[in-house]
């Protein structure tokens, strides 16, 4: 496995409160990782610290170079995208300015039109609403407009927090098959998610978080097998995964 995202010793605080201690963490190419655990075991902290907008000590390596030091829209010309928690849409601006805005790196400036296509293709929905304000919409229309928005970037590496958050089932689905369809493509994909059966469906592989370190990591065999990932989040069955692509 060839190595994009290696992260080493990496810790993060809130004050005098730790939020990551000693982190170590690999994405290889065009791998679905996932990131499991409960509320307040550090996952979204991981994918701040990985963007830049938290404080770190440790080492981050993107495709074998450092990055811990860069700034945050650094880190996004380099190609390292995410998506938070909560969607984030700029709600007064339609859902054409809020694609838009995701193509302001200059990496991605000059394919912007091949861009837009490519995600009004993933997200049919969206070719009529181009004009609508992005606060108008459904939450899981407003899913796709974040999503849109990163790949307009040309990430290398998309970091999904949560996308599964407010949304029904079904629709949900539709974004994890998204998903997939984005990694067939050869798109990295670093995926933080509370609904661990549907991590487990979509990834090739995991980790467990708790109190801001890595408790257990394997494929989603391995941890739907694991005594303390199948009585915490699955029930006592054993769960059928089937793992990446």
Request: aromatic share 10%; proline share 3%.
């Given at each position: 496995m060839t190595s994009l995202l290696a992260i080493s010793d990496l810790h993060a605080s809130y004050g005098d409160i730790a939020a990551l201690v000693g982190v170590d963490l690999e994405v290889g190419e065009r791998e679905i990782v996932a990131i499991l655990g409960a509320n307040g075991a550090g996952k979204t902290t991981l994918l701040r610290a990985i963007s830049g907008v938290v404080a770190t000590k440790g080492v981050i390596r993107l495709a074998g170079e450092q990055i811990e030091n860069d700034p945050p829209h650094v880190r996004v010309e380099r190609g390292l995208v995410h998506v938070p928690e909560g969607r984030g849409?700029?709600?007064?601006?339609?859902?054409a300015e809020?694609?838009?805005?995701?193509a302001f790196p200059a990496r991605a400036?000059?394919?912007?039109?091949?861009?837009?296509?490519?995600?009004?293709?993933?997200f049919p929905q969206l070719k009529r609403l181009l004009h609508r304000r992005a606060g108008s919409l459904s939450g899981g229309e407003q899913q796709m407009v974040a999503i849109g928005r990163g790949l307009m970037s040309r990430p290398r590496l998309l970091m999904l927090d949560e996308p599964s958050l407010g949304l029904a089932p079904m629709v949900?689905?539709?974004?994890?098959e998204t998903i997939r369809r984005l990694n067939e493509c050869g798109l990295t994909i670093l995926l933080v998610e509370q609904a661990v059966q549907d991590s487990l469906s979509v990834a090739h592989r995991c980790y467990l978080f708790g109190e801001g370190r890595v408790v257990l990591s394997g494929d989603p065999e391995q941890l739907s097998r694991d005594p303390r990932v199948r009585d915490a989040y699955l029930g006592h069955a054993p769960a059928t995964t089937e793992g990446g692509s």
């Open positions: 849409v700029f709600p007064f601006l339609s859902v809020n694609l838009e805005l995701g400036r000059a394919g912007r039109q091949a861009e837009m296509e490519h995600v009004l293709d993933l949900f689905d539709a974004i994890l």
